[in-house]
């Protein structure tokens, strides 16, 4: 028997999204990104946000921007 992990839950809409990023060709900038990281922004109340392609890479540029 298999128990599964996580079960996403993904609508039409949300498929849409990922079809027409992927499409474009700007999987970690573009269009939607810029809006994204506004949004963000606007939410959490700063002037600006930045989207990282990756955990990873978000974590070197942290440390890297505190010079450890």
């Known amino acids: 028997m298999e128990i599964p992990l996580a079960s996403p839950n993904i609508g039409e809409e949300e498929a849409r999204a990922v079809y027409d990023v992927v499409k474009s060709g ?3 900038e573009g269009k939607k990104v810029e809006y994204f990281e506004n949004v963000f922004a606007d939410y959490v ?3 600006h946000a930045i ?3 990756n ?3 978000a974590l070197h ?3 890297a921007a505190l010079k450890l």
């Open 45 to 47: 109340g700063t002037k």
């Open 55 to 57: 955990g990873t890479v």
């Open 26 to 28: 700007f999987l970690n």
């Open 51 to 53: 989207a990282f392609f």
């Open 61 to 63: 540029s942290v440390l």
